[in-house]
């Protein structure tokens, strides 16, 4: 069943900026019935609440989602306040760049939030969705989770993680009447991306988080599985499968160039 907005109960996780704030606004523009904005900064996250959002539709929700309890509090406060979730995109995202030199601290921060989160919600959410034969589940995984990122090992990690939880749970729910979707942008004008170009991610150009919110939900509402802002990702996406030499060539370039100038960025940057 592929999901309609209007009348719908969302939860949008890392929705006080950048694509979370985007898809939040947009969902309420599509007819969402309620908004939950979810952030480990609460202040921001009813600013959007209060200034972005239609009266009525949003709750701020503060939590840290590498942590299951939050994540289970989360869940069962919507349900609670404002009924049963129909859609839960998982988009709050931790940028950790450099490589094997990383701490095993921001080793484990990085996981939890970039994909533990995932199974989290699938594990406390997925059981009433099968109960209720329907539901829509959104990663926000990264084009680096289907290519890869120069300079940033931990993220490149975490990301491929990310979109082989969202394949998983895709195929395996399928038949229970659940959509699994998955969004793989490069870079996105976001606090993660700090007012640069980019890096490695921006070659291909940057997007606005409008846009990328408005992609995802016309994709989702196609029912494909895939969400693509980039449309050279499934360029690149495609010549690593036919091509992996050239492939692994070019990423051997971009390498070469920014490898060493986006080595480290704070563990605190948000999608």
């Not at 919507?78 to 009924?83: D, L, N, Q, V």
């Not at 170009?197 to 994709?219: N, Q």
Request: net charge neutral.
């Amino acid at each position: 069943m592929v999901f309609d907005p209007k009348g719908s109960i969302c939860v949008v996780t890392g929705g006080a900026n950048g694509i979370g704030r985007a898809l939040c606004i947009h969902l309420a523009n599509l007819g969402a019935k309620n908004v939950i904005v979810v952030d480990l900064d609460i202040t921001h996250a009813q600013t959007v609440v209060q200034n972005d959002l239609p009266p009525a539709v949003g709750l701020a929700i503060k939590a840290n989602c590498g942590q299951e309890q939050d994540i289970r509090h989360i869940i069962n406060r919507t349900e609670s306040e404002c009924g049963p979730i129909d859609a839960f995109f998982c988009n709050a995202g931790i940028l950790s760049t450099g490589g094997i030199e990383v701490s095993n601290d921001e080793w484990d921060m990085i996981w939890k939030v970039n994909v533990l989160q995932t199974l989290y919600v699938a594990r406390h959410l997925m059981p009433r969705f099968v109960e209720r034969k329907g539901g829509l589940l959104v990663v926000t995984a990264s084009a680096a989770g289907i290519l890869s990122m120069p300079g940033a090992l931990p993220y490149a990690v975490t990301k491929h993680a990310s979109v082989a939880m969202a394949e998983w749970l895709a195929f395996t729910y399928a038949s229970k009447g659940i959509q699994v979707a998955c969004l793989c942008p490069q870079a996105v004008r976001t606090a993660m991306t700090g007012g640069t170009d980019g890096g490695p991610a921006g070659l291909d150009g940057m997007l606005e988080p409008m846009d990328v919110a408005k992609e995802t939900m016309e994709t989702i509402q196609q029912g494909k599985f895939l969400v693509l802002p980039h449309k050279e990702v499934l360029k690149h996406f495609t010549r690593k499968a036919t091509d992996n030499d050239r492939y692994m060539a070019g990423m051997r370039k971009i390498d070469e160039l920014f490898g060493e100038q986006f080595r480290h960025v704070s563990p605190n940057s948000r999608l």
